[in-house]
């Protein structure tokens, strides 16, 4: 991608070099996520082919015309700035305030910069980019260290073994030679029995013809089995190493849960003071009496059932999990959808505020191609389900993969989602409870 025309926001120069691909990628990305919202007569006029392709396919075949529209077409670059202070308000902040966020991924921070061409941006993106090449440069070096350090191991060990294997040859040299001088004195000392000693030195020298193949034969054989060795070596450290990064890959997931629960452990400890603060207890023993009760309806009812709901989001590290089209139209069944949508997530915003719980809101998308796009306020996490898939199904899914312990409350009138979660430890809670406690 080339570096693009400078604007009055540019700063001084442009780009020294290319940006790098990752970099680039990003850049494609947030550029291909804001073509897919523009109205048809704000798309550029190279990118219109590609305009209906779905987000993730458009950036894969569309990448050069769009990377080139972004350096070409100010409006449509302004555009995806706009998307950028839109998704991350934080980093654009700082980038137009001169500061990098230290924070930040480094390749998040530089495609930013290029995009909202702040004052000083080249300087920024200059700047990740010399950082990037240093911490490439620090990898390839350890990498070369570690390597040379290998060879020098390997290196060592083959002339201690060469070492050995000379001295025992000299060993075996020095022996032939004492027994050659004790034939010589021999066949001095015979002279008359000349045939026999000839005889002799003849089965000698045969003998010393079989040791020396005997040595090279060893030598080869030894050499055999050391580079045999090496390959063993070689395997082994490969096998290690999958093992330990499939180790610490299993680590990893088993600390992430372990340490939600720990965390919720220890604000459970933290609040036992508010806790004791709860409404009066309402169960007497004559409540223990095995009697038959009426049948549950399918709604909580009553003003205090509110006040129970407000205990439960008080409660520490509390997840909220919502079934959104079926709260939106038991409170507002005559708006389109996209209404009911805007309207719930935007008061799910101020009970994330009020009350400090994690929600997560679910849609249903099974039947949508795209999911359609949702301003989600902090704080609240919003899912549509994949194609396929029913909201019902992905929220049994959060609920499963949630640490046994964690405090998890379910809103739906589906009476299968209800019993479905409830097997599996959560809390569920009536649309209509939701609806009044949001009317509040």
């Given amino acids: 991608m080339s570096n693009g025309p400078a604007t009055a926001d540019d700063g001084p ?58 350096d070409t077409d100010e409006e449509f670059r302004s555009r995806v700035a706009a998307r950028v202070r839109t998704l991350t308000p934080e980093l654009a902040a700082a980038l ?38 240093r911490e490439s440069a620090s990898q390839a070096g350890d990498r070369e260290a570690e390597s040379a350090a290998r060879l020098r191991d390997q290196v060592a060990a083959a002339r201690a073994s060469a070492r050995q294997e000379r001295e025992r ?47 090279v034969a060893d030598v080869a054989r030894i050499d055999a089995e050391v580079r045999r060795l090496r390959a063993r070596l070689a395997d082994a450290e490969a096998a290690g190493e999958q093992a330990r990064r499939a180790t610490r890959e299993g680590r990893d997931v088993a600390s992430v849960r372990l340490r939600l629960l720990v965390d919720t452990l220890v604000d459970a ?20 009496v095995a009697a038959h009760e009426p049948s549950p309806g399918g709604q909580i009812s009553g003003p205090e059932d ?16 919502i079934d959104g089209y079926n709260v939106t139209k038991t409170a507002w069944p005559a708006l389109p959808l996209e209404s009911q949508r805007t309207r719930l997530v935007s008061a799910l915003g101020g009970l994330a505020a009020q009350t400090g719980a994690e929600i997560t809101c679910v849609f249903d998308g099974a039947n949508l191609p795209v999911p359609p796009p949702v301003s989600v306020p902090r704080g609240v996490r919003v899912r549509f389900s ?6 019902d199904d992905v929220i049994r899914q959060i609920v499963v993969a949630e640490p046994p312990g964690r405090p998890v409350v379910v809103v739906s009138s589906d009476r299968e989602v209800a019993d479905g979660v409830r097997r599996s430890g959560a809390r569920p809670i009536s649309s209509d409870l939701l609806v009044r406690l949001l009317a509040r």
């Fill in 13 to 70: 120069g442009d780009l020294s070099r290319p940006l790098p691909e990752a970099v680039r990628q990003r850049v494609v990305g947030l550029a291909s996520d804001t073509l897919g919202d523009l109205p048809a007569d704000a798309v550029p006029v190279a990118l219109r082919p590609f305009a209906r392709f779905a987000p993730t396919r458009r950036a894969r075949l569309a990448a050069t015309p769009i990377g080139a529209a972004v």
């Fill in 96 to 133: 137009e305030q001169g500061r990098q966020p230290a924070a930040v991924d480094p390749l998040d921070v530089a495609a930013a910069a290029y995009l909202l061409r702040p004052t000083g941006w080249v300087a920024i993106v200059e700047d990740v980019l010399d950082h990037l090449d």
């Fill in 169 to 215: 040859l000299r060993a075996e040299l020095a022996a032939l030679k004492e027994e050659n001088a004790t034939l010589r004195r021999t066949l001095r000392q015979t002279r008359d029995r000349v045939a026999s000693a000839e005889n002799l030195a003849t089965r000698n020298a045969e003998l010393t013809a079989r040791a020396r193949e005997q040595a």
């Fill in 269 to 288: 400890a933290q609040g036992l003071r508010r806790e004791l603060a709860l409404p009066p207890v309402r169960s007497r023993p004559a409540d223990t």
């Fill in 386 to 391: 994949p194609e396929g898939v029913t909201a």
């Fill in 306 to 321: 509110v006040v129970s709901l407000e205990t439960l989001l008080g409660l520490p590290q509390v997840h909220l999990v």
